[in-house]
């Protein structure tokens, strides 16, 4: 794999994002913030673990690996101490916020690539 590749994976990457913010803006904030039975609790819990992995990854491709300030070892599965500088859940508690993050990502991550 070469960069040509990475490159071709994250366009595939932008357009699946873009498809998804397409869907998630047509939802009610309280159709985003609902409860759902899945892996996370609602669409909006979702979408934040998606971009925040996406956040940890680019942070560790760039040499950087975010650590918890002070890892919780006893909590329970659904409780867990998020890395420093990852914006919590609250902080991007909207469509346009979670667009913007994911903004952002994309363009830290060009510059990586470039």
Do not use: C
């Amino acid at each position: 794999m070469d960069l040509s590749d990475i490159r071709r994976l994250y366009a595939y990457n932008l357009w699946a994002d873009t498809r998804l913010f397409s869907s998630l803006s047509k939802l009610s904030p309280e159709q985003f913030a609902t409860p759902i039975a899945s892996s996370f609790s609602s669409l909006h819990q979702t979408t934040y673990h998606i971009f925040g992995a996406e956040w940890i990854w680019l942070k560790r491709w760039t040499g950087k690996s975010p650590r918890a300030v002070d890892p919780n070892y006893s909590a329970g599965s659904k409780q867990f101490t998020l890395p420093v500088g990852l914006p919590t859940a609250e902080q991007l508690a909207t469509v346009g916020d979670l667009k913007r993050f994911a903004d952002s990502l994309e363009e830290e991550r060009n510059e990586f690539l470039g």
